[in-house]
């Protein structure tokens, strides 16, 4: 089973910058996985900010994060990554990396982005 991990949350300025790492614990990405970033802030529903192929790296965006947010990876270094640039008070949620292999979703643990003023 895939067990994905996030690192890289923190405490940031507003108008900052932030990147989030995921990887996969005692595994490797492969192949056709899909990696997705999604948050979720207090009181608010989990929301799906960005995904990407693992293979081929092909991208797509909810359309309100697009500009701000960017998702990656790096093949070699078997990571995912989500930069965050000009973070705002509305951004302060947990982060969370899932894992699409085959049918089945694992989620990580989840990375905490806190804004300061």
């Known amino acids: 089973q895939v067990q994905p991990v996030e690192s890289g949350g923190g405490l940031v300025q507003a108008g900052g910058s932030l990147t989030l790492s995921c990887s996969v614990s005692g595994g490797t990405f492969v192949g056709d996985d899909m990696v997705a970033w999604y948050r979720q802030a207090p009181g608010k529903e989990r929301e799906v900010i960005a995904t990407?192929?693992?293979?081929?790296?092909?991208?797509h965006y909810t359309d309100s994060m697009r500009g701000r947010f960017t998702i990656y990876r790096n093949y070699h270094e078997n990571r995912a990554f989500l930069h965050m640039n000009g973070l705002q008070f509305e951004d302060p949620a947990l982060y969370y990396c899932?894992?699409?292999?085959?049918?089945?979703?694992?989620w990580g643990q989840g990375t905490q982005v806190t804004v300061s003023s």
């Open positions: 990407i192929t693992w293979d081929d790296g092909s991208r």
């Open positions: 899932s894992v699409k292999r085959g049918s089945v979703v694992s």
